[in-house]
């Protein structure tokens, strides 16, 4: 991610689904074609990929997926 933070879902009030890269100034909100279901609670890491792993999490139901972002 080029040294750009990603983040994905949350709650207050209601789960969140939408995707934001901050780029150490500015935050921008993406819109990619395929994404999660909303969610709190998951897991996000790197692989040695590079990409951006995420796993689980709580969005009604209990979710064990897992997603890749690259």
Known sequence: MNG???LF???RYNFYG???IWDGTNWTEL???SKPERR???AMAT?????IILYGGYGGP???DT???S
């Open 4 to 6: 750009n933070t990603l």
């Open 47 to 51: 692989d040695r990929a590079g990409r």
């Open 40 to 42: 709190e609670s998951h």
């Open 62 to 64: 209990v979710t064990s």
């Open 18 to 20: 939408d995707t934001w």
């Open 9 to 11: 879902g949350g709650w």
């Open 31 to 33: 819109d990619p074609a």
């Open 67 to 69: 997603w890749a972002w």
